[in-house]
């Protein structure tokens, strides 16, 4: 990929059809598998040929059945997506600007911290999880939402790289004490003024979390937790040819999912009025 | 905090009376250092003042002390009167205009100028109207809806300004505004700030280390040095009587010259001159005379000539006494000496500042 180029740095650009190359080949290593589940699915049986049978009876079955507990999970996974996309934006996003303003020295430890959980293998988390989550049990029910707290510190490292990338390309110490001296106290000038300009970064952070939430499944099975993923794996056991249907359908709403939360958090349209010419230096 | 005016919904400059700011021994330290040590300065109403000095000198920090980014560890900030030392920024109710660009990248330049307005809670149909009277004084009434990274440097501190003045504050601070500018963008500017503060007579706190920046636009230039103020005067004060050698030097371009002090008068190269301090004692000194005050003459100082370089509407030559010492000359572009050639010099005889030689590591001398 283009991680050689500087961000933005429009001299050094890959040319278009460098660009278009690129993308065709990343496109086609992303989309050689889904392709083959595709074909798969599609299978008639062991003599050969194709058809849509099995699509045609998981969607006239209406999802019932042994199927039934997919679409429970699915709701799980999406509860625990929210609510780690929750746990990010009012836990991370304030101690990160909080850092990055008023107590920079902390910055070192706090990227330790955060990129942390990516070097400890998630089996190796759930052992010392799984006595935290006996108390946790204790004091909020066994609920599946509780696993966002989990979840909450596996999306850190990503969540928090995607975020910094942001807060270093903004001028974030300047822009603030100039909403100060303009009178806006700390609540405005985090609505108004930060979170604006963050937005990609904090939109990037949430994009990745729910992208990992949707795809987990060590600390859910082991901690005997149901979402999306342990469903999954329970179907495949009976019947692994519905199993990978049920896993595109469930690829198809990520991507939807991801595609929606991209529109809300897009910024107001302004592509009319950017189009105008700049002037040159005053 | 009732008393601020923060809420006026109309407050015209004329019937504002301008502000008055008293600084009275403020102490800054920063992890043990000092960067301000007993800061004294007042600010009169409707003045413009200029903070000047090298980096460190500590004149950054004490605007930002005013402006209330940073704290104080001792002494008193006043406002009219009122102390606001523990005041929040966002209370001291004043405008202010940066080093680096600082408009809001979401915002277009319009938006930009009504933040402050929407912050007081005023109506979007006069902000929007107050918005565009701001943006027309600084001359960019058609460019309400650009965004910063459609203006260029210029145009964004033009915005910046119209931003921090479109609140009607008590006090205008700027922080550097014109060093990331351009040669000609930054003159044009400084002096369109220079025209609207005196339009608006607003008092007007200015910080920069550029001497020529703070003398062209100033009404009193202070000049700083670790943490203190050397010297502050109007600029002419400032260029023709420095109290110190540091000034002389800091402020326009000084040659500096051995010589000795007798009798009230500084002796070098057997050429008497009177003292700006006629109180300094007797002994060895080394002198500081500007360029503009040594000329040619038909005889006198034998020296000769190393360069000499057009400045537009004047010409510098810089030449080599017979003993080494160089010095600099500021005469009319149609004196033409070329290198090589042998001069005579005299000294002009306008008073000159000394410092002793002995003491000329020591700390700042008396004002």
Known sequence: MSGGFTAGGVAHAPSRTVRTVILGLV?????????????????????????????????????????????????????????????????????MLLVHIRFPRLRRGLEFICILPITIPAIVLVVGLAPVYAIVARLLGSGVWTLAFAYGITVLPFAYRAIQSNLDGVDVKTLTEAARTLGAGWGSILVRVLVPNLRRGILAGAFIAVAVVLGEFTIASLLNRVNLQTALVVVSKVDPYTAVIL?????????????????????RTRTSRRRTTVKGPA | M???????????????????????????????????????????????????GPSGSGKTTALRVLAGLESTTAGSITIDGVDVSTLSTSKRDMGMVFQSYSLFPHLSAGENVEFGLRMRKIKPAERRRRAAASLAMVGLDDHFDRFAHQLSGGQQQRVALARALVTEPRVLLLDEPLSALDAKVRVQLRDEIRRIQTELGITTLFVTHDQDEALAVADRVAVMRAGNIEQVGTPEELYSRPATPFIADFVGLSNRIDGVVRSARAEVYGTKLP??????????????????????????????????????SLRRTTVRLVDGTILFLQHGVRVRPAAGETVFLKFTGAPVSTEQLAAVSAAPQQP
Not at chain 1, 52 to 76: E, K
């Open chain 1, 27 to 95: 496109g086609l290593i992303f989309a050689v598998p889904i392709v083959a589940m595709i074909e798969f699915t599609l299978r008639a049986g062991l003599v050969g040929g194709y058809n849509v049978d099995r699509w045609v009876a998981l969607f006239q079955s209406g999802f019932t059945g042994v199927y039934r507990p997919v679409l429970v999970a699915l709701g799980n996974s999406v509860a625990l997506a929210i609510g780690t996309v929750v746990i990010v934006l009012l836990l991370l996003v304030p101690t």
């Open chain 1, 247 to 267: 896993s595109l359908l469930a690829l198809a709403f990520a991507f939807l999912l991801l595609l929606v939360i991209g529109r809300l958090g897009a910024p």
């Open chain 2, 2 to 52: 009732t008393a601020l005016p923060l809420n006026n919904p109309q407050p015209t400059a004329s019937a504002r009376p301008g502000t008055v700011v008293e600084f009275t021994g403020v102490v800054k330290e920063f992890s043990g250092m000092r960067a301000l040590d007993g800061f004294n300065l007042t600010l009169h109403a409707g003045e413009f003042v200029a903070l000047l």
């Open chain 2, 275 to 312: 003292l700006i301090d006629p109180a300094t004692p007797d002994g060895a000194v080394r002198v500081s005379i500007r360029p503009e005050d040594i000329e040619f003459a038909l005889e006198g100082l034998a020296a000769t000539v190393v360069a000499s370089s057009f400045l537009g």
